[in-house]
């Protein structure tokens, strides 16, 4: 099963650029890298997924390199309401266990 | 929509004591789950279900019992609570089990075994 690696924790400031890199480097051919946040007393709430490249919505971007064994989700000028936990996964692989993911504290 | 919603949102037992916790999805998902969280942890998962009818072990599943009766319900039992079972227990369904369908989550049931 795939295993994942990221950082604890990251501190940032208000209006600055967030970049998670997340390492993966048993996923399997048919695992998608799948992000996901949580706020304090709710359920982890999906952000973004991809295979490979770049996929970007309105939250967030995912660079995926040519060998997928890392992914970076890039957060675009974080405000205080960013702080959370954000889980990387790859799916189905992670499906038993959510890692610990990072705790990211955004600072006035 | 509601997507997945759990009830109860709290619930304190005493040890010995059984309780069911019920999970909805109003998405027509196929699959579904229960985790546990720990304080400060990652989610574990406990069992899950591909189907009406259908359940199987997750990473955690001793001590605890699941049914899924229906496509929409997935029920998870504690026939006899721990304090090592306090934990905020989260459902989750996907469309499908592949990795393009990703899981969305209820809000979750904290639950404290004293």
């Known amino acids: 099963l795939a295993k994942t690696t990221q950082p604890i924790s990251m501190d940032s400031y208000e209006g600055q650029e967030v970049n998670i890199t997340c390492s993966h480097n048993?996923?399997?051919?048919?695992?998608?890298i799948t992000w996901y946040q949580q706020f304090p007393s709710q359920g982890p709430r999906f952000i973004i997924q991809g295979y490979k490249t770049k996929v970007t919505n309105e939250v967030a971007s995912l660079f995926i390199p040519a060998d997928r064994k890392s992914s970076t989700l890039s957060l675009p000028r974080v405000s205080l309401s960013d702080t959370a936990v954000y889980y990387c996964l790859v799916l189905p692989g992670n499906m038993l266990t959510f890692g610990g993911g990072t705790r990211l504290m955004v600072k006035p | 929509n509601a997507g997945v919603t759990q009830t109860p949102k709290f619930r304190v037992l005493k040890t010995g004591q059984s309780m069911t916790l019920l999970c909805a999805q109003d998405m027509n998902h196929e699959y579904m789950y229960w985790y546990r969280q720990d304080p400060g942890m990652g989610l574990r998962l406990i069992h899950y279900?591909?189907?009406?009818?259908?359940?199987a072990k997750g990473e955690v599943p001793d001590g605890y019992n699941v049914s899924r009766l229906k496509k929409q319900n997935f029920l998870l039992g504690l026939e006899s609570a721990a304090p090592s079972q306090t934990s905020v227990y989260f459902c989750?369904?996907?469309?499908?089990?592949?990795?393009?369908?990703?899981?969305?989550f209820g809000n979750g049931t904290r639950l404290t075994v004293t």
């Open positions: 279900s591909v189907g009406e009818g259908t359940t």
């Open positions: 989750a369904s996907s469309y499908g089990g592949r990795g393009n369908s990703p899981l969305h």
């Open positions: 048993n996923i399997a051919t048919n695992d998608y």
